[in-house]
């Protein structure tokens, strides 16, 4: 399905109108844990990275459970692989990212004193961390204007039509150019929730969604 929309696209309202729809859900796992007070670059990354082909149900146990054990890079660095291992062993691809925590924990009290700047370079440079954990942790721990694309973002921004990427690194780009700066943060707040109980991947509720009449449907088959 792609449909002529009733009215235009507007952000600012969509922005307003999504704050309002996913106020009854919960929060998507990183900024949550930041509003518990995990705010620091070096949790937040970790975060992302445990966040990675995981469901948010269990990403936010398990960080909890790491950080419990051991909160900055001096004491993951501490730890050995097996044992970050086995505190995280209930996430997806617990083995990789358990060598990649350690790694980046080791990088961080070797190079960087012990904890993370605010610079996206650096973290690019470690392995496992890609365009989105490196934008969405600035952008949590160090209020940067950066945006982060998941899959949440890349496919409802293109079902709205806003924009009309294949790929969410095209996405990223495409908001960057058309996005206003003040949502880049936010978009990501608002669309995982969305993207997980309102706008899903199949049978979105568009009969009940409150960007209905500006949304395009692109690609939508069924709806509820």
Known sequence: MNRKPKTKFDIEEAMLRLRAAVAPYPKAALFELAAEGYTSVFEILVACILS????????????????????????????????????????????????????????????HSGA??????VLLSFHGVGPKCANLTLGIACGLPLIGVDIHVHRVTNRWGYVRTLTPEQTMAALQEKL???????????????????????????????LREMCRQVGVTSYR
């Open 52 to 111: 990675i082909r995981t469901r948010d149900e269990t990403t936010l146990p398990v960080a909890r459970t790491l950080f419990a054990q051991a909160r900055t890079p001096a004491e993951l660095a501490a730890l050995s692989v097996e044992q970050i291992d086995r505190l995280i062993q209930a996430c997806t691809f617990h083995e990789t990212k358990a060598k990649t925590i350690h790694g980046i924990a080791c990088q961080a009290v070797q190079k």
């Open 116 to 121: 993370l700047p605010c610079d996206r370079e």
């Open 180 to 210: 206003p700066r003040p949502y880049w943060v936010e978009i990501n707040a608002l669309l995982v929730p969305f993207g997980k109980h309102i706008c899903t991947g199949t049978r979105p509720k568009c009969s009940t969604c409150p």
